[in-house]
């Protein structure tokens, strides 16, 4: 598996990898919207998002991203690809990213979905369920105290 910075090309796989986890992530029309092809190419014009995309034989299989400054905001890997320790890899791929920059902790806007997944990677429920722009989450964050 290669991780690479993604660029607008890679809109139409992005959205592929993202479509089949968008219901149980939105609550409104709203929520849905943010994850249509127009908006994702806004991302790619934003110098604090940094948006990168996991691939394997050249074929777009994640997609995980943060915005500045240690804001984990996508991770989402194809469905086919789960348990075998792709998510893994784009999780500590994303951690060293933010982490070389010497943060002390990563927020994250976590689905119930991905909850479980945050929480074996470290992170603790800072909030309680709920709503903002159409999305539904559970604010998580992972400390690092060695920092």
């Known amino acids: ?37 127009e908006m994702i190419q806004t991302i790619f014009e934003r110098p604090d998002i940094h948006y990168f995309v996991a691939e394997i034989e050249y074929q777009v299989i994640g997609v995980v991203a943060y915005v500045e400054p240690a804001h984990f905001m996508h991770f989402f ?3 086919a690809y789960h348990g ?3 998510g893994r890899k784009m999780w500590d791929f ?23 997944i945050y929480k074996q990677f470290g992170f603790v ?3 309680k369920y709920t709503e903002e722009h ?14």
């Open 84 to 86: 075998k320790g792709y």
């Open 94 to 116: 994303l951690e060293h990213e933010i982490r070389h920059q010497g943060h002390s902790s990563i927020t994250v806007k976590s689905s119930l979905y991905a909850r479980d």
């Open 1 to 37: 598996m290669k991780i690479r910075k993604a660029n607008i090309q890679d809109t139409a796989a992005i959205v592929n990898v993202i479509a089949p986890f968008v219901d149980a992530v939105i609550s409104s029309e709203q929520g849905r919207q943010r994850f249509q092809p």
């Open 134 to 147: 159409g999305i539904r989450f559970i604010p998580m964050q992972k400390d690092y105290p060695d920092s």
């Open 125 to 127: 429920e800072t909030g």
């Open 77 to 79: 890997l194809n469905q």
